[in-house]
């Protein structure tokens, strides 16, 4: 009778305990997926570039130290599938009110995600006390990207100096094959390991970007760089 007793009080508190345990991953799959749902509907309402028809993969969402969800992923900004998914990181307050949003759409952008992804993108990550704070990428530097001194005019009174022989005109509508160039203001521009439109893409260039030219390919590709070269665009994608 009383290992009757004994056994039974044991199965109602095993019983118990994995009703609660349900109950808490029932309530912890909700919250992420509340989470979820608010960092998608951000990052579809302020991204940059961003379009109806983007596509998101591989979301995830983690529940961080001090409470609240990191929402991670990848989105498609224009849907195409010729563009690439670009990483994201949404950090969503524990209230809800509050998301900040992460996404690596240029270079400063994409150094800022890789830290909060590497930061926050697991169970319990984030900061661990009020006081903590995360590690902020650096600086980025803009001097490479600096336009060039223009070369001092030649010295006065230069006699027997001849002048120099009249360049070819170049065909309406060419690109330089050495000099600088301006990508589209359009839209981001694929930055393509070889001059063909199968080249993996190395990284995203932010619009507006003045990257110097340092040779031409058939088909009109370009390789392109900053101080070095870098890699290949499409004359289309660019301007002088």
Known sequence: MLLTLLTAACDDAETKRRRLQAEQAARVAAEAGTASRAAEERLRATARNITPAARLRGVTAHRQ??????????????????????????????????IEQFVATGSAEATRTYV??????????????????????????????????????????????????????????????????????????NLRSNPAGGGAVLRVVPRGTRLRVFAEAPGGWYQVGETEPMGWIHGSMLER
């Open 65 to 98: 130290a001090l409470g609240g969800y990191a929402v991670c992923g990848q989105v498609n900004l224009t849907g195409a599938m010729e563009d690439p998914y670009l990483p994201f990181v949404s950090v969503v307050s524990a209230n809800g009110e509050r």
């Open 116 to 189: 909060e992804t590497n930061t926050r993108c697991f169970d319990g990550g984030g900061p661990t006390s009020a006081r903590s704070v995360l590690p902020l990428p650096p600086v980025p530097d803009t001097a490479a990207t600096a336009p060039a001194a223009a070369p001092p005019p030649p010295a006065p009174g230069a006699a027997g100096s001849a002048p120099p022989p009249a360049q070819p005109a170049s065909p309406a509508g060419s690109m330089p094959a050495q000099g600088s160039v301006t990508t589209t203001a359009a839209h981001p521009v």
